[in-house]
């Protein structure tokens, strides 16, 4: 399937007709397929928010929701169709009622439609649709999966919003083996209940719903500067500035005394099998005692250590060749320059919970095995780490 990547979100770029003919094609099977509508505020979201990101570049389709992104990629050579979230999810429907498919709701139970007016609207516009409309909160982490799986339903769609509803169903669908598919809709059903007005078709043509909104709901226009305005600059930057520098990124060094001396923790790459390096991640902006700390915690739930040293750009370099158009896409930037944090570990290793969009696996390694121990690119820069870290030591 051809892609686009927008600020390191891959798009289909897939007409309309081509992405109903894939949800047909999935409809006649029981695979959980995960559709994804990203626009302007989901790309910008996932800047910030890793599982969003890895989710959305994980899904089996993503759908384009936003003149925003369309512009972006235009600009890059690449026209993308648009499909509103708002038809896409009354083409589902239309799908359901004409084949009498089971069809779970999991209505956000502080949106502006209720679970009535959902029923209503179902039953009048969808009738053949065989429909349950399920309240639930955005914060609630266990679905009664029994009584999902008590209804078989073949399509789930979430009304949660960004990232709620995509973290929700990521995690839900492997759980129900009825589905076919999966897809958060966000308020695109408060047209069809008719709490909200859509934009006339006009600019809905030209991409402009954004002026509709803003005129029928001027608390939004955060919400909207940040998906026009914001998001533009952020793609320039990153499509003709960012790929001229070096990323800010710090290393850690997390390491522990054992009876035969100094182990140092390593991280096995999800997205890559046997590829071993040790915890990292951009600074964005904080101090590198700041960001290391961070680091730790997001990629291995550990605070039981304490900071032994830090290092300032003690390696930089270019991203290597095979995986530049890759990792650019992600980060924009040529490469990165490395910062050291050193950090004792004093806690017990029950402790660690590795997040699944980063990390496979984590083992401990002797400090004089990391360089035979680690992804063979990373020697060099670990080289470097190695003599910070044996300075330390004989500095204490």
């Given amino acids: 399937m051809s892609k686009v990547n927008i600020l390191g979100v891959n798009l289909s770029n897939l007409s309309r007709n081509a992405v109903e003919r894939k949800i047909d094609d999935y409809l006649k099977v029981n695979q959980q397929k995960l559709i994804v509508t990203p626009n302007a ?27 925003g992104p369309q512009l972006a990629a235009r600009l890059i050579g690449h026209n993308i169709e648009r499909y509103p979230g708002a ?3 009354q083409y589902v429907l239309g799908l359901a009622s004409e084949q009498r498919l089971k069809v779970l709701i999991l209505n956000w139970q502080h949106g502006l439609s209720s679970e009535h007016d959902l029923r209503l609207m179902l039953q009048t516009k969808y009738p053949g649709a065989i429909a349950k409309v399920m309240d639930c909160s955005r914060t609630e982490k266990k679905l009664d999966v029994t009584m999902i799986n008590d209804f078989k339903p073949q399509i789930i769609l979430s009304t949660l919003g960004a990232p709620f509803q995509e973290k929700m169903l990521y995690h839900l669908r492997g ?51 940040n998906a026009v305005a914001v998001f533009l600059y952020k793609f320039i930057k990153w499509q003709f500035i960012l790929p001229y520098l070096y990323r800010p990124n710090v290393a850690c060094f997390l ?7 100094h182990v140092v923790l390593m991280v096995e790459r999800a997205d890559m099998s046997g590829h071993w390096q040790l915890p990292q991640g951009g600074t964005d902006g904080e101090s590198i005692e700041r960001a290391g700390r961070r680091e730790l915690f997001e990629e291995l739930g550990v605070t039981q250590f304490e900071t032994r040293r830090v290092y300032k750009n003690v390696f930089r ?48 390694v002797p400090v004089d095995r990391l360089l035979t121990q680690t992804y063979e690119i990373r020697r060099d820069g670990y080289q470097k780490f190695l003599d910070k870290f044996n300075e330390y030591i004989k500095e204490s």
């Fill in 317 to 364: 370099y270019n991203f290597h060749k095979q995986r530049r158009a890759e990792v650019q896409r992600h980060l924009g930037y040529k490469g990165q320059k490395q910062s050291l944090y050193v950090a004792e570990y004093l806690g017990s290793d029950e402790h660690f919970a590795i997040n699944f969009w980063d990390h496979t696996a984590w083992r401990w």
């Fill in 175 to 225: 759980g129900v083996p009825s589905l076919s598919l999966v897809m958060g809709i966000g308020g695109a059903l408060d047209f069809l209940t008719g709490k909200i007005a859509r934009a006339p078709q006009v600019m809905r043509l030209i991409g402009v719903e954004w002026l509709w909104r803003l005129y029928k709901q001027p608390q939004r226009l955060g919400r909207i500067w």
């Fill in 41 to 67: 505020e989901f790309i910008l979201a996932a800047q910030h928010d890793e599982e969003f990101f890895y989710i959305l570049n994980h899904a089996d389709l993503a759908v384009l929701d936003g003149s």
């Fill in 255 to 261: 390491y522990k005394k054992s009876p035969s001396g």
């Fill in 87 to 89: 038809d896409l999810v």
